[in-house]
């Protein structure tokens, strides 16, 4: 087994948050040229801060109960 590049997780924090940005802007973008309405933005916007928040969450309990063993 090889060992993990210490950088590995700084990678991997940087591109979730990249996409996270990227989509938010990208909401951000189709509310403002109206091809949805401001109401269906925020719906989408707290839609996507809770998916990032619940599957955080469930990562963080995977490495957790991973490290009782």
């Known amino acids: 087994m090889q060992p ?3 950088n590995r ?3 991997i924090v940087v591109g979730f948050a990249l996409v996270f940005t990227s989509l938010a802007v990208l909401i951000i973008y189709l509310g403002f040229k109206n ?3 401001v109401q269906l933005m925020l719906l989408m916007l707290i839609a996507l801060i809770g998916l990032y928040v619940g599957f955080g969450i469930l990562a963080a309990s995977y490495r957790f109960i991973r490290s009782l063993k």
């Open 35 to 37: 091809v949805v309405s």
């Open 9 to 11: 997780n700084l990678k």
């Open 4 to 6: 993990k590049p210490k």
